[in-house]
């Protein structure tokens, strides 16, 4: 038979596992914060559409990029221009597009260009080398008006469903915008236009 512990042991033990459950307690109230936080302002999309390369890649879910989007700026401010914004399609598919036009503008397209209101407007640096094929409402040179919407393009826009064919998207419908590639660790990086 096997002697009891020393009456010395039994609080030591009482308080190594008091200190446990405490951490335990500390790591899930942790836990349930980021988790809220996550589902109140941010999601995480798979690209699996090629329309946003080179920015964003993917052809499928094994091979796209993991993108983390976020909520909150559009809470205090409204999309500009060359973000890119994740919305839901017409059909409900979700979606991921730079936003070129802003409301009140006109938005056509001159050698792959981006012209508003009749001008060329800057690209940022990182988007130079990017040329939008002109089709659907930009055909030929036409222009199309923003309304009270934002005109979206694809970086790839000869493989990209977007304004040139649905019309400029709402601001009820852009839900967030892209923020960072987390996925594949070669492509970690800020999404910035």
């Given amino acids: 038979m096997m002697p009891d512990p020393s009456p010395a042991t039994k609080p030591r033990c009482r308080r190594w596992l008091r200190r446990l459950f405490r951490w335990g307690e500390h790591l899930l109230a942790v836990a349930g914060i980021l988790f809220i936080i996550y589902h109140v302002g941010f999601d995480l999309t798979v690209m699996t559409s090629p329309s946003m390369a080179p920015t964003l890649r993917g052809t499928c879910v094994k091979d796209g990029d993991w993108v983390l989007s976020e909520r909150v700026a ?7 221009r060359w973000e890119i914004v994740a919305f839901h399609s017409s059909d409900g598919v979700p979606v991921m597009k730079r936003v070129v036009g802003l409301p009140g503008e006109e938005v056509s397209l001159r050698d792959g260009r981006v012209l508003v209101n009749g001008s060329p407007v800057a690209y940022p640096p990182a988007l130079g080398g990017i040329k939008y094929v002109p089709d659907g409402m930009l055909h030929r040179g036409r222009a199309a008006k923003c309304g009270e919407g934002y005109f979206v393009l694809g970086d790839d826009s ?7 064919y649905d019309g ?11 923020w960072l590639i987390v996925w ?10």
């Avoid at 000869?158 to 040139?164: N, V």
């Avoid at 400029?168 to 892209?178: G, K, N, Q, T, W």
């Fill in 74 to 80: 559009y809470w205090f401010r409204r999309p500009r």
């Fill in 158 to 164: 000869g493989d990209s469903q977007d304004s040139r």
């Fill in 168 to 178: 400029p998207v709402a601001l009820d419908r852009i839900e967030r915008r892209a």
């Fill in 184 to 193: 594949p660790p070669s492509r970690i990086r800020w999404v910035t236009p």
